[in-house]
């Protein structure tokens, strides 16, 4: 079971962790034809900022000039006074038209207070109509109770002391 195994030899122990048992080497090679493979091929290589996350001995590569950095520094501060410019002016645009909106949301407000007192006043005065409307049924109720007694008692009068018949309509 462990006979087909090998262990790379010396001119390989550069590419392999001593630890690893290679079992087969990888025999295919990656596809030219492959779109995305060829793409990669012409991706820059980049650098670490900070040279001590990786082990390399070129400090040629790390040596920034100070007039780039300063023309670097003033792009990038141009950039910075332009968005707190923009974005001065859309607080300003929002704070106006919060005050806007507060004042037609008052205004609103007081409308809206003008007929609710309207319409308490009509709600008492409709409260006066219902009573009175209530009062005028029972006196209604009344004298429809009345007017047969009146009736009855006028029919016993003489006919020249008789009063006249008394209708509702």
């Not at 079992?23 to 650098?47: G, H, M, R, W």
């Not at 996350?53 to 792009?75: C, E, G, H, T």
């Not at 109509?129 to 029972?138: A, E, G, I, W, Y």
Request: hydrophobic share 35%.
């Amino acid at each position: 079971m462990g006979n087909d195994q090998k262990k790379p030899n010396q001119s390989n122990q550069g590419q392999y962790h001593p630890d690893i048992v290679v079992v087969s080497e990888n025999k295919t090679q990656p596809n030219a034809d492959n779109e995305s493979f060829n793409k990669l091929k012409f991706v820059p290589l980049f650098y670490p900022i900070l040279k001590s996350s990786i082990d390399m001995k070129d400090d040629n590569l790390y040596l920034m000039q100070p007039d780039r950095l300063v023309k670097l520094a003033d792009v990038f501060k141009n950039h910075l006074s332009i968005c707190a410019f923009n974005v001065t002016e859309d607080q300003e645009a929002l704070s106006t038209e919060i005050k806007h909106l507060d004042f037609v949301i008052d205004l609103l407000m007081q409308n809206f207070i003008e007929k609710q007192k309207k319409y308490a006043k009509y709600c008492e005065q409709m409260k006066a109509v219902n009573d009175l409307n209530v009062s005028v049924k029972k006196i209604r109720r009344n004298m429809d109770e009345i007017l047969p007694m009146i009736k009855s008692i006028n029919e016993f009068l003489p006919e020249e002391d008789r009063l006249e018949e008394f209708s509702f309509e």
